[in-house]
């Protein structure tokens, strides 16, 4: 599988199973040991349920590891996914973690009311998919490949094309953090963020300097801006914008395992970037 090796460095945005990558947390270190990567975060969507076993396994092939998640938040009504890193477990009882409580909830219900329209027109039951699988966060994901395997579409993407995009009459929007509390929230439990795919070839533009000006004032620490997703032509005005403001720039490759194209290690945030990140963890606000 490994079918190129990597110079070290970090991907720092990869999904397991615990939320809707098809990957075990360990399958992922064993995975990023083979391609030759200096270590990886795993980010899973509003849960740090895979940490134990990736740190573990990271440990085990001899890589580093990053514990991180990917928050669902909104600015201003846009989507925008935060990255957070080193979070502090033990601050469990803190406002992050019942935000995130929240956040999962509301996808829960989200998508057992999505799964409910879908059935009279398509024959799948929640038990589809849900499963006995181990996500904490439901998805659209999880939906979409029940669709598939019932044999109603050949893959994840078909299935956002046709019937998942917010445009459906499926589709039910779910709660999400201002990004600005959550960057704040973050910090308070002894971790970093950085603004996930700034120039998402789905969004409507790339996010603006002004915004990203806003989010630097609220705390926000680095942007990634090697995506597989960005738009090569928004990056330009982003790029200076983060220098001008200071944001630390990350590359990541958002693996989902079989779930997308993206491949394990295709971008990542160079050794150097990543120090400079853990001495931000270890320096108290
Ligand atoms: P949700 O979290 O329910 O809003 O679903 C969004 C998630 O679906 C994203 O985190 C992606 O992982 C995934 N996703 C979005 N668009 C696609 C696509 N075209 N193909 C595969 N996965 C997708
Ligand atoms: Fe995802
Ligand atoms: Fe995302
Ligand atoms: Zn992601």
């Not at 001899?62 to 600015?75: A, K, N, Q």
């Not at 019942?98 to 799964?115: K, T």
Request: zero cysteines; charged letters at 25%.
């Amino acid at each position: 599988m490994a079918e190129r090796r990597s110079q070290g460095g970090f991907d720092l945005h990869t999904h397991s199973s615990f939320s809707d990558g098809t990957t075990r947390p360990s399958e992922i270190a064993r995975e990023a040991a083979a391609l030759g990567l200096g270590g990886f975060a795993l980010t899973d969507h509003d849960t740090i349920a895979g940490w134990d076993e990736a740190r573990e396994a990271a440990a085990t092939v001899g890589i580093g590891f990053l514990p991180g998640i990917e928050i669902t938040s909104e600015h201003d009504g846009r989507s925008r996914h935060l990255l957070g890193y080193g979070i502090d477990p033990g601050a469990r009882g803190s406002e992050l973690f019942s935000a995130l409580d929240e956040v999962r909830r509301s996808r829960l219900q989200r998508a057992q009311e999505m799964v409910r329209r879908l059935s009279r027109d398509y024959a799948i039951s929640w038990e589809d998919v849900v499963g006995d699988g181990d996500a904490r966060t439901v998805g659209r994901p999880h939906i979409a490949d029940a669709l598939v395997l019932a044999g109603y579409f050949p893959d994840r993407g078909t299935v956002f094309e046709r019937v998942l995009h917010p445009g459906s009459r499926y589709y039910i929007g779910t709660y999400a953090v201002a990004t600005r509390d959550a960057i704040r929230m973050v910090r308070e439990a002894g971790g970093a963020t950085v603004l996930a795919h700034p120039a998402a070839i789905r969004q409507r533009g790339p996010v603006t300097d002004a915004e990203l000006r806003l989010l630097a004032d609220a705390g926000l620490w680095g942007i990634e801006l090697s995506h597989p997703e960005n738009r090569e032509s928004w990056l330009p005005p982003l790029e200076r914008s983060a220098a001008s403001i200071g944001l630390e720039a990350t590359g990541a490759s958002d693996y989902h395992g079989a779930g997308k194209a993206n491949r394990l290690g295709e971008r990542t945030t160079g050794e150097e970037i990543v120090a400079r990140l853990r001495e931000r963890l270890a320096t108290p606000s």
